[in-house]
């Protein structure tokens, strides 16, 4: 098994190192902190080789130039977003693999968020990155893309296992839980959610990871193609319902 190193930087971002000891190999997944991942791999005892990004905004990608001067590592850059991302060594699009080791991810287009996000699951080990493209409880903000867009690369990840383990990019959960309850307040799984999202934040403890069985249950964004979802937000289909939460929740 691979070992992911979890760890907070900048104001709400994780940063994750992902380490395989078989080969030795460990990539950066984004890289919002250069000085807080080398440091993290100093610690750990780990060689950065990879860094695979998952989009080009500065809190996932402005390490990069950094982390590749010390280390030499290569990059892995989604390819509608490259020319924005520095130090790319390679481009990768939807269905692409990319390996670690012996362990494989297949690369998935989640745009939406921006343009060109992409996200990487390794289906052997049952864990995806995310990136922006889905939160706990919350979505990514639409700044790129179309509502059709996004919906579609939502139901590409409500498509995977189950079981699944989603590592998002940032600590919104407990915002994020505030407009689920608004969006959807008869859900019972989502509130039992919500409880353990305060009592957990009040410890100062994470909450991410998640994982998708719990997201299809509570997730408002993930459940726009829901009956009661779509009757309590208007549109009729689950694009336009997508649309009118994403709406809600920008303004919220």
């Known amino acids: 098994m691979i070992e992911v190193h979890q760890f907070p930087c900048l104001s709400d971002n994780y940063g994750y190192l992902v380490h395989d000891a078989a080969s030795g190999e460990t990539a950066c997944i984004d890289t919002p902190d250069a000085d807080a991942y080398l440091r993290e791999a100093e610690a750990k005892g780990w060689r950065i080789s990879q860094i695979w990004n998952t989009h080009w905004h500065p809190d996932h990608a402005g390490g990069n130039a950094a ?16 020319e924005r991302i520095a130090g790319f060594d390679r481009t990768v699009a939807d269905g692409d693999t990319v390996r670690l080791g012996d ?30 493209s889905l939160f706990a409880l919350g979505c990514g903000r639409m700044f790129e893309g179309t509502a059709p867009q996004f919906w579609a690369s939502l139901s590409r990840l409500k498509a995977l296992p189950r079981q699944t383990t989603l590592y998002c990019a940032h600590e919104y959960t407990a915002s994020n839980a505030r407009f689920a309850l608004h969006a959807d307040p008869d859900n019972a799984a989502l509130r039992a ?6 009592e957990r934040r009040a410890r100062g403890e994470w909450t991410v990871p998640t994982r998708l069985d719990r997201e299809l249950e509570a997730n408002p964004f993930l459940r726009a193609d829901d009956p009661a979802l779509q009757a309590r937000w208007g ?11 994403r709406a809600a929740k920008d303004s919220f």
């Open 103 to 132: 362990h494989a991810a297949t690369v998935i287009d989640v745009g939406g968020h921006t343009m060109g996000h992409i996200a990487y699951h390794l289906a052997a080990d049952g864990i995806a990155f995310v990136g922006d």
């Open 193 to 198: 959610y919500a409880e353990e999202v305060t």
């Open 67 to 82: 982390i590749k001067a010390a280390s030499g590592c290569t990059i892995v850059a989604p390819a509608a977003e490259a």
């Open 235 to 245: 549109g009729g289909d689950a694009v336009a319902t997508f649309a009118a939460l």
